[in-house]
């Protein structure tokens, strides 16, 4: 069997820690990854070095010290994807701030296991001997695929509030369930999930709505009572009864979406967010994107395909300057996606957006949108001072390009001659 760069790295490091006279395992996710016959994204190794000797060993050049004190290290590879972390065993503190241990002691495998996440995160794996160390119970819950805290599950999310959301999404995207004390205790504890940082939310947050199981996903939020405290905007679509349907109809339109495209699938669950008015539903989404910390482009693109929600429906009927328009945008290809979700789950016709797929698919890219036939140069050049007329005159000459009416500079130049005059 052929292994994977970074999976051939994370075994060259197993070696050396081992020829040095260290425990060295493999250790949460990757293992749960491996039993599952899933190719793990990265690898982590537990070790029983302490930091200072891990850094000695592999070099300071080679190593990051990004959690000394709570005795991680980053042994960087020959490319990106082949950094391995490397974590002492250890035993935590109390998580005063919900977030991280107020201090570390290091310690050996079988203690280092109980401070971890959910069981199926909790095993350790010998890729040299090729043999599982499991002191949670991990396997046997990873073979009945339940998703269970290590211990107290009240505990293990005091420890860190973001669980209450990785548990969900650790359900829904491997079509596990989850333990009936973890879901209470998810419960229990949801309103905290706001002392999270809004990054850390919204990063958990892609990974579900980037995954097929999306649906699955933001319905266990919202039954956890996580949705509520993380958008609360949301929240009159499940708790006003005259609503429900429109929370139903999110909840499909999130089922048939086929892309994993973060920003269409964060458009789709906001498309029916409650406002009086259009207006008022952009500036809603608007500031929960902010409030989620979302980039500028991926905000730009969430507020740009709600208000585009309906500019599909009637196309053939269009102007061929506002068809061309709105097929060469950069944004339509996931506009297509959302509208098709979006008709598909309140069953409505898709003629309009085949229509549209169609002409975009076989329109070449220079009569969808070519090149302008006059710039700002020629109006400057005409004498035409920069103003609202500039802009004006500049749109009409290219729609009459678009319209092609018009194919030459020499006809744009006249074009703008006859509408300067009038």
């Known amino acids: 069997m052929k292994h994977s760069e970074p999976y051939i790295a994370a075994v060259d490091i197993v070696r050396k820690l081992r020829d040095a006279g260290f425990q060295a395992l493999w250790a949460g996710g990757c293992v749960r990854d491996l039993l599952l016959v899933k190719e793990p994204k990265d690898y982590d190794v537990a070790t029983n070095a302490l930091p200072e000797e891990v850094r000695h060993l592999f070099g300071k050049r080679r190593t990051l010290a990004v959690g000394a004190s709570f005795g991680v290290i980053i042994v960087r590879g020959h490319q990106p994807d082949c950094d391995v972390e490397i974590a002492t065993f250890r035993s935590e503190g109390p998580y005063l701030d919900g977030r991280r241990p107020e201090h570390v002691k290091f ?7 109980q401070r971890r996440d959910f069981t199926i995160n909790g095993m350790f794996y010998d890729p040299i001997n090729e043999s599982i160390y499991d002191y949670v119970g991990g396997k046997a819950d990873l073979q009945q695929h339940l998703i269970r805290a290590i211990g107290n599950p009240l505990e293990r999310m005091q420890e860190d509030k973001l669980r209450l959301l990785r548990a969900i999404r650790f359900a829904a995207t491997l079509g596990f369930h989850l333990a009936e004390s973890t879901f209470h205790a ?106 989620l910390r979302f980039s500028n482009h991926g905000l730009h693109l969430v507020l740009w395909l709600i208000e585009h929600r309906t500019s599909l429906h009637g196309a053939p009927g269009f102007k061929l300057s506002q068809l061309k328009r709105l097929l060469a945008h950069e944004n339509c290809p996931y506009l297509f996606e959302l509208a098709h979700a979006d008709l598909t789950s309140q069953k409505q016709s898709l003629e309009d957006l085949e229509f549209c797929r169609q002409y975009r698919d076989h329109t070449p890219i220079e009569v969808l949108n070519p090149p302008p036939l006059i710039t700002g140069n020629d109006l400057i050049d005409y004498g035409i001072q920069t103003g609202p007329e500039f802009k004006e005159l500049l749109t009409r000459i290219q729609d009459a390009q678009l319209e092609e009416s018009i194919h030459t500079h020499e006809e744009a130049l006249a074009l703008l001659a006859q509408l300067h005059q009038k």
Request: aromatic share 4%; proline share 8%.
């Open 186 to 291: 998810v419960q229990t504890m949801a309103n905290e999930i706001t002392v999270v940082s809004p990054e850390r939310i919204s990063e958990e947050l892609r990974k579900m709505l980037v995954h097929p199981h999306r649906k699955d996903a933001i319905d266990l939020v919202q039954s956890a009572g996580l949705m509520k405290p993380v958008i609360p905007e949301l929240a009159p679509l499940w708790e006003n009864e005259e609503n429900r349907p429109l929370w139903n109809r999110t909840l499909d339109r999130l089922e048939q979406l086929t892309t994993a495209n973060f920003e269409t699938a964060f458009a789709a669950l906001l498309l029916d967010l409650p406002a009086p008015t259009p207006a008022d539903q952009l500036d809603a989404a608007h500031q929960i994107c902010k409030q």
């Open 107 to 113: 310690t050996t495998a079988e203690e280092d296991a």
